[in-house]
């Protein structure tokens, strides 16, 4: 292993230009990279971005280095423009190869000095010069591209059972409108009822984070608005205790019941989830306890398949907006007898199987991944 400084390793392209009318088609920005994934699947804007872009090449490593804790690393798909609060890198060839360039960028050891190097309050970001001095070891370049190659297999593995999870829901949502049809075609002629009509719905809270006595040795599972994107909450990453229970205006969740985030960042509000515990939630989230005429899987599905229209609702799909109590209670649900919602929950829960295997092989693939990097 040989010591290099990070401006030895990587290029930092500065090269900027003011967006024109035509380059909104080839726009990047930092919202457009999902963590943990090279591949950009979405780009683009609806206007021509304001303020000066960074210029990208296709295959330049791209680098969210505003709030570096987020890891965004991508692979520019095409020439283009980039978010000016990222960085557009490239390797030196001389001591980094180019396939094994980006799993680098990824590692723990880069994105953990990135943090460190960080300023500033809300939205933190790093300064070039800093970085440019940081140390990281490098194995040869022949380890390098020993190491490329395995990394890109489990990779391209790795999202080849992403695409089978968004395969899987897709099949989920057809069958149910060929079961149910929509609210706006219903072609079965179902009774619609509004969630209201058919549900206790109700918001949580949070107990006092000043108060140790609320939180220290909790046994009553408390749920926060970001573990909505677990699907199946199983257990909380937070427990409280009785008495930061009473202290609070939370309420107890039963088990089977449905929750909605109402607001959260990125793409969590309009999320739903099904409680498989009793569990309570802080007050980004809803919770949707059906009566005896729905199914809570049916349900689920039902609003699982409906994630834009539910963030619609709150005026924005986009940007900044919230649910409340009144929005949920008002939307509208085909409701078929109970047995063909069970018909249907049979149909979903082997579908949920599916994905719990194919997450299993997603995470151990992850580790040997990070195995990979890290060692």
């Known amino acids: 292993m040989t010591k290099?400084?990070?401006?030895?390793?990587?290029?930092?392209?500065?090269?900027k230009k003011k967006p024109t009318e035509?380059?909104?088609?080839?726009?990047?920005?930092?919202?457009?990279?999902?963590p943990g994934c090279f591949d950009v699947v979405r780009w683009g804007s609806d206007v021509a971005p304001t303020g000066d872009k960074l210029l990208m090449q296709k295959g330049d490593v791209l680098f969210g280095k505003r709030r570096a804790y987020q890891r965004k690393v991508?692979?520019?798909?095409?020439?283009?423009?980039?978010?000016?609060?990222?960085?557009?890198?490239?390797?030196?060839?001389?001591?980094?190869?180019?396939?094994?360039?980006?799993?680098?960028?990824?590692?723990?050891?880069?994105?953990?000095?990135?943090?460190?190097?960080?300023?500033g309050g809300l939205s933190p970001t790093i300064n070039w010069k800093d970085l440019a001095r940081q140390e990281f070891e490098l194995p040869s370049l022949d380890e390098q591209k020993v190491l490329a190659d395995k990394l890109w297999a489990a990779y391209r593995l790795k999202e080849a059972y992403k695409k089978l999870l968004v395969a899987t829901?897709?099949?989920?949502?057809?069958?149910?409108?060929?079961?149910?049809?929509?609210?706006?075609?219903?072609?079965?002629?179902?009774?619609?009822?509004?969630?209201?009509?058919?549900?206790?719905?109700?918001?949580?809270?949070?107990?006092?984070?000043?108060?140790?006595?609320?939180?220290e040795n909790g046994r009553i599972r408390w749920m926060s608005s970001g573990e909505v994107h677990k699907g199946h909450v199983e257990d909380t990453?937070?427990?409280?205790?009785?008495?930061?229970?009473?202290?609070?205006?939370?309420?107890?969740?039963?088990?089977?019941?449905?929750?909605?985030?109402?607001?959260?960042?990125?793409?969590?509000?309009?999320?739903?989830?099904?409680?498989?515990?009793?569990?309570?939630?802080?007050?980004?989230?809803?919770?949707?306890?059906?009566d005896e005429r729905?199914?809570?899987?049916?349900?689920?599905?039902?609003?699982?398949?409906?994630?834009?229209?539910?963030?619609?609702?709150?005026?924005?799909?986009?940007?900044?907006?919230?649910l409340n109590l009144k929005i949920i209670q008002k939307i509208p649900v085909i409701l078929p007898p109970i047995e063909k919602q069970q018909q249907f929950a049979s149909i979903a829960q082997q579908a949920d199987k599916s994905k719990f295997e194919l997450r299993k092989s997603i995470d151990a693939i992850d580790k040997v991944i990070k195995s990979l990097i890290n060692n």
């Not at 035509?22 to 999902?34: A, T």
């Open 4 to 15: 290099y400084k990070f401006d030895e390793i990587a290029i930092n392209s500065t090269q």
């Open 237 to 290: 990453d937070s427990r409280i205790t009785e008495l930061g229970y009473k202290s609070a205006s939370t309420r107890m969740v039963p088990i089977h019941s449905i929750v909605i985030a109402i607001a959260g960042q990125g793409k969590t509000r309009g999320t739903v989830a099904i409680t498989e515990v009793d569990l309570c939630t802080n007050q980004s989230l809803c919770a949707i306890v059906p």
């Open 74 to 119: 991508a692979i520019a798909p095409f020439d283009g423009i980039f978010s000016a609060h990222g960085m557009v890198l490239r390797p030196n060839l001389k001591v980094i190869d180019a396939n094994y360039f980006p799993f680098f960028i990824s590692s723990d050891k880069f994105m953990e000095t990135a943090v460190r190097m960080s300023v």
């Open 294 to 322: 729905v199914n809570y899987s049916y349900l689920y599905h039902n609003l699982q398949g409906r994630y834009l229209e539910l963030r619609g609702l709150s005026g924005d799909v986009n940007g900044r907006g919230g």
């Open 169 to 215: 829901d897709e099949m989920v949502k057809s069958q149910f409108i060929e079961m149910f049809g929509t609210v706006e075609n219903n072609t079965h002629n179902f009774p619609i009822m509004t969630i209201g009509e058919f549900a206790n719905c109700f918001a949580g809270a949070t107990p006092s984070t000043s108060h140790p006595e609320y939180w």
């Open 22 to 34: 035509e380059d909104k088609v080839y726009y990047i920005g930092l919202e457009h990279i999902d």
